[in-house]
């Protein structure tokens, strides 16, 4: 009994090892049609006889293993506001030393120094007026202006008393030939009174500097107008003089003021960017644009320490002398101004993106580029300082808008 059991194990085994051969070698010889809607199969190589495409081994199709990772691609599934792939140019920033030049623009004012005011020493009428309108060009020692004055005549009439009655009396006669000099009357004037030994009611009033006359008071409403583009336009509505023939002035009253053009300083207007690469002392370079071909070096004298209205800008001086150029008050000019080098961290400025409330750059990763926040500080020309976020080894995409989305949305992690 036990080798009749014997016996049907061993059959069974080898039955079953010729029936694994014999599956295998028909596995091996199946052959089916490339269309898979034809559902045609055979043990021979042939035709199909629905479509007539030559049948193929079904182990070439199906002894297929995968030899990557899907894991590798895992970067293709994620958001394109989030991550890029693409050749773009790269670059890393460049730590350098650069001279950075500062542009501005500037009106050409009078220089408030060398402002000049013509008064009178006596109280009375203006007889004669030598000076016609504003803006006139008057000279030191130019007559403007006579005045007949009671005051003057009463004096000059008691010098001629003393001389008449007491002529030995030095004392009293020098004591009135000085209160003559205090009212204005020059020497010559005086003597011509003590040889003719008659009084000249008229006092004559000269001009004291070289300029431009304008109305007394104009000094103050320039100084009040505190907008760039309109200092030299004040009181510029009106070119008649408000002083005329036949008024009366008071003792010590400002009757003109004198401005002189050819002291003046430039006014810049500076951008609150900028305002931290300015410095007294640093040089500037002006060009007017009346006359471009001249060139004007100067320094900065002066930083105003306040805004003036309706700009936010602040105002820079640089004062020159317009004695050779007598460019007018006004005038636009474009400076250069030298700031002092500056060393860091520089990329090119299409690198960076500006987002508004924040600024990024896209930074390399192993199979793309991502968005990075940074921070920037001076651009100059077409290079942008990073003061933060990055590290000197990170490349970067040279120009950041080509990987922009259409709808330019674009998310950070950091």
């Not at 408000?242 to 430039?266: L, P």
């Not at 005038?331 to 520089?346: D, E, L």
Request: glycine letters at 4%; a positive charge; hydrophobic letters at 35%.
């Amino acid at each position: 009994m036990k080798s009749l059991n014997l016996i049907f194990v061993i059959l069974t085994v080898l039955l079953g090892c010729n029936t694994k051969k014999s599956s295998h070698k028909t596995q091996e010889a199946a052959y089916t049609c490339p269309m898979p809607s034809d559902s045609v199969f055979s043990d021979k190589p042939g035709k199909c006889p629905k479509c007539g495409m030559e049948l193929v081994k079904i182990t070439e199709h199906s002894n297929h293993t995968p030899t990557e990772n899907l894991d590798d691609y895992d970067f293709l599934l994620k958001p394109t506001d989030e991550f890029a792939i693409s050749t773009i140019p790269l670059s890393t920033m460049q730590d350098s030393t650069i001279n950075v030049l500062v542009k501005a623009l500037g009106v050409v004012s009078y220089d408030k120094n060398y402002v000049g005011s013509i008064s009178s020493k006596v109280a009375g009428r203006i007889e004669k007026l030598f000076v016609k309108y504003k803006y006139q060009k008057v000279y030191r020692g130019q007559k403007i202006m006579e005045i007949y004055s009671p005051e003057l005549l009463t004096e000059q009439q008691n010098l001629i008393f003393l001389f008449k009655n007491d002529n030995t009396n030095t004392t009293l006669i020098e004591a009135s030939k000085q209160r003559l000099r205090l009212l204005g009357v020059a020497d010559n004037e005086i003597q011509n009174v003590i040889t003719t030994l008659k009084p000249n009611p008229y006092i004559s009033v000269y001009a004291n500097y070289t300029g431009h006359l304008h109305d007394a008071g104009e000094e103050r409403e320039m100084q009040n107008n505190n907008t760039t583009m309109n200092v030299a336009n004040a009181g510029m509505n009106n070119v008649e003089l408000k002083i005329k023939e036949g008024m009366y002035v008071q003792k010590g009253q400002s009757v003109f003021t004198i401005f002189n053009q050819d002291k003046v300083y430039a006014l810049l207007s500076i951008f609150n960017d900028d305002l931290h690469l300015i410095k007294k002392g640093i040089a500037v370079e002006l060009t007017p644009e009346s006359v471009s071909d001249n060139k004007i070096y100067g320094a900065i004298d002066f930083i105003e320490p306040f805004y003036r209205n309706e700009s936010k800008n602040t105002i820079v001086r640089v004062y020159f002398n317009n004695n050779k150029l007598q460019l007018p008050i006004g005038s636009q000019v474009k400076a250069t101004i030298m700031a002092k080098p500056q060393r860091s961290n520089w990329v090119a400025a299409t690198s960076v993106l500006n987002l508004g409330l924040e600024k990024v750059v896209f930074k390399k990763y192993q199979n793309g580029l991502a968005p990075v926040k940074v921070k920037t500080g001076i651009k100059y020309n077409n290079l942008i300082e990073i003061t933060e976020g990055l590290n000197p080894t990170d490349s970067i995409a040279i120009n950041a808008q080509f990987l922009m989305d259409s709808e330019s949305f674009i998310k950070t992690k950091n």
